[in-house]
């Protein structure tokens, strides 16, 4: 009952932010005269063919004559500029920029199972490089695809326990490291690139180096005896809620383990940014078949402070929370690039493209994750939701932690 209250929560969270986000973003072509700073006129129009075409075509609704305009500056002194609806930009796809970031995304969900299969090694489990890959697209689905609270990391690691009998314990501290190796590396990327555009980016950067210094505290604590006595952490915990702390004690369990294989870590976090790099480059290469307008560059800051972000479990996989994080900092950090427009209608306009491109990157991955369901299909030894559920309990008790 109370699994099902706390999805139907997030469920409406998710309809509030997409409600609230979208009822800010025009669905309509519009075509609109400026004489300086104010709106002189503005048309609702049918971009017929591209909205990057010169000169540019299109109709007036219920007329079927198509007409053309040239945008930029008039001859009486006005500007004439364009301002697409949130579908037009999907319908002027490009499909081979489109096709690329989609391999890229495939890219890093094989070197992101792949540094799985390298931690789950070190455990000493006898998961084949296959099998773990197999298990990473079942987790990617269930992320995805499958409703409810139930995470992927969970069922990919329910899969391994089954293949490994008797290895509980280093399958979950394999997920939670390769978890938080995945997050410090990709702080880590945001924060090596902020650092070549401070000005731009100094608010964005205070957090990015919080976060930086978070994991890399963390990690201090967990592989140092003397910080762990210092800070006294057993007794921290053993004083933390019953839930929370047994969650920590698990996380610290996790990492205190592999305090002997400080190779692994310093080799997957290296690993680890450039599947970033490549996962970003999917973004890049999406958002360029949209013809966003957003500068290379900027993707490599505001990319991964949006994926930090959206790692919280406030909504199932992201989705409106995304495109809330999207359309602001899209606005935000966009808008001076888009010349000739005023600050309000060109944050607006890279507020619409922000969410057309998350939204179609996300139903881009859910595509993807559709390969998990093969490999579900497929499996002989599924697992169940009463075994998810149990392992969900098990994980929350005191016993799954001190085991």
Same mark, same amino acid.
């Given at each position: ?24 973003? /025009? ?7 400026? $004489? ?14 591209? =909205? ?21 500056? *008039? ?8 301002? /697409?609806?949130?579908?037009?930009? =999907? $319908?002027?796809?490009?499909? +081979? ?19 799985? @299969? ?76 902020? +650092? ?31 910080? $762990? #006595?210092?800070?006294?952490?057993? =007794? +921290?915990?053993?004083?933390?809620? *019953? $839930? ?62 949006? #994926? ?10 992201? @989705? ?21 427009? !005023?600050? #309000? ?19 881009? +991955?859910?595509? =993807? ?29 005191? !016993?799954?932690? !001190?085991?």
């Amino acid at each position: 009952m109370k699994r099902a209250a706390v999805a139907v929560l997030k469920l409406a969270v998710v309809v509030g932010l997409f409600w609230f986000v979208f009822r800010q973003i /025009p669905f309509v072509d519009r075509l609109v005269e400026r $004489r300086g700073e104010v709106v002189a006129v503005e048309r609702e129009v049918d971009i017929v063919g591209s =909205w990057q075409a010169t000169p540019l075509r299109y109709r007036v609704p219920g007329e079927a004559a198509v007409l053309e305009a040239r945008l930029g500056a *008039q001859a009486d002194g006005s500007s004439l500029s364009v301002a /697409p609806g949130f579908l037009t930009y =999907w $319908r002027n796809l490009d499909p +081979l920029l489109f096709a690329a970031g989609a391999l890229c995304y495939f890219l890093t969900a094989l070197i992101a199972g792949t540094r799985w @299969w390298w931690l789950l090694r070190v455990n000493g489990t006898g998961v084949s490089l296959l099998e773990t890959l197999r298990f990473t697209w079942i987790g990617i689905f269930f992320n995805t695809v499958m409703p409810g609270n139930t995470g992927g990391d969970v069922v990919k690691a329910l899969y391994t326990m089954k293949r490994c009998p008797g290895h509980r314990v280093p399958v979950l501290v394999s997920v939670i490291v390769d978890r938080v190796l995945g997050l410090g590396s990709l702080a880590i990327l945001a924060a090596i690139v902020v +650092l070549f555009a401070l000005d731009d980016f100094a608010d964005l950067a205070v957090w990015i180096w919080l976060v930086i210094a978070g994991v890399a505290l963390l990690g201090a604590v967990a592989f140092s005896k003397r910080l $762990r #006595n210092l800070v006294r952490l057993k =007794w +921290l915990l053993d004083r933390l809620p *019953q $839930r929370l702390g047994n969650v920590l004690k698990l996380v610290d369990q996790a990492v205190f383990f592999y305090r002997d294989h400080k190779f692994v870590i310093a080799a997957s976090l290296l690993v680890g940014v450039v599947n970033h790099v490549v996962s970003v480059g999917s973004v890049v290469l999406i958002g360029h078949s949209l013809g966003v307008g957003m500068p290379t560059f900027e993707y490599f800051v505001i990319v991964p402070v949006i #994926n930090i972000l959206s790692a919280i479990p406030i909504a199932p996989n992201g @989705w409106g929370f995304g495109e809330a994080l999207y359309k602001g900092l899209f606005a935000t950090y966009g808008a001076e690039h888009l010349a000739g427009m !005023a600050p #309000n209608a060109a944050a607006e306009t890279m507020g619409t493209r922000g969410v057309a491109l998350s939204v179609l990157y996300r139903l881009h +991955l859910t595509f =993807w994750s559709l390969l998990g369901g093969v490999f579900l299909f497929f499996e002989k030894d599924r697992v169940t939701r009463d075994e998810v559920a149990r392992e969900v309990e098990r994980e929350r008790s005191d !016993a799954g932690v !001190a085991e």
